[in-house]
Structure formats: structure tokens, C-alpha cells
Nanobody
Framework: VQLQASGGGLVQPGGSLRLSCAASRRTTSNNAMGWFRQAPGKEREFVAAISWNGGDTYYSDSVKDRFTISRPRASSTMYLQMNRLKPEDTGVYYC?????????????????WGQGTLVTVSS
């Protein structure tokens, strides 16, 4: 299973970025997927998750109403649209695929992980 995250970069507070996660369609089309992040010196934390068909989504309280997770049905790519970014959103963002089909914030349910993409929010 291969997951390739991209789209990170340097952005000013209040700005936007869109992260992408290209996945092997054969292995992720029936799987829930999610985004996690790890800030310097901190533990990895859940950001957002989406069910296998995109019908259900789940967000951490810290990003709710600012971030949007999506996965177009005809595509094997998952996205994370990040708006109104804050310095505390800085970190390495990882995409992951779960073995189950339901969106979940539980990192232990995710068995496949991408390599991460760095997001830096700073003026």
C-alpha cells in the first residue's frame, strides 16, 4: 500500500493550503482515510477522517469549521482543504488509511501511513 502526501509549505496566518494524498485505489477504495499531524516536540494528533464513500466525516475540535476533508468518488486521491490557518496548525501532516470503512479518530485503526508533508504557518 502506498500513500503519497503533498501540498505542504509555508503560509501566513489566515492563509489557506490544500493537502493531497494519492492512494493506491485498489487498496483504499473501501477504506476510511484520515489526516493526522505532529507538531515539533508534540505527539501525533488526529485532524480529520472520512469514510470509504465520503459520506461521513469527522474533525478534531481544533480544526472544525476551518478544514474540510474530501475524497471524490472517481478519484483515489484524498484532500484536506485548510483555511484560516493558525501558527498552532504548524506540523508534519500525515495521511493514513484504515482497514475499516468507517471514519474514526483512533490512530490505532489506521494501518497504512504516508510519509508526511510539512505545513508551516508563520508570518
Amino acid at each position: 500500500v502506498q500513500l503519497q502526501a503533498s501540498g505542504g509549505g509555508l503560509v501566513q496566518p489566515g492563509g489557506s493550503l490544500r493537502l493531497s494524498c494519492a492512494a493506491s485505489r485498489r487498496t483504499t477504495s473501501n477504506n476510511a482515510m484520515g489526516w493526522f499531524r505532529q507538531a515539533p516536540g508534540k505527539e501525533r494528533e488526529f485532524v480529520a477522517a472520512i469514510s470509504w464513500n465520503g459520506g461521513d466525516t469527522y474533525y478534531s475540535d481544533s480544526v472544525k469549521d476551518r478544514f474540510t476533508i474530501s475524497r471524490p468518488r472517481a478519484s483515489s486521491t484524498m484532500y484536506l482543504q485548510m483555511n484560516r490557518l493558525k501558527p498552532e496548525d504548524t506540523g508534519v501532516y500525515y495521511c493514513a488509511a484504515a482497514r475499516g470503512s468507517s471514519a474514526t479518530p483512533n490512530a490505532e485503526r489506521y494501518h497504512y501511513w504516508g510519509q508526511g508533508t510539512l505545513v508551516t504557518v508563520s508570518s
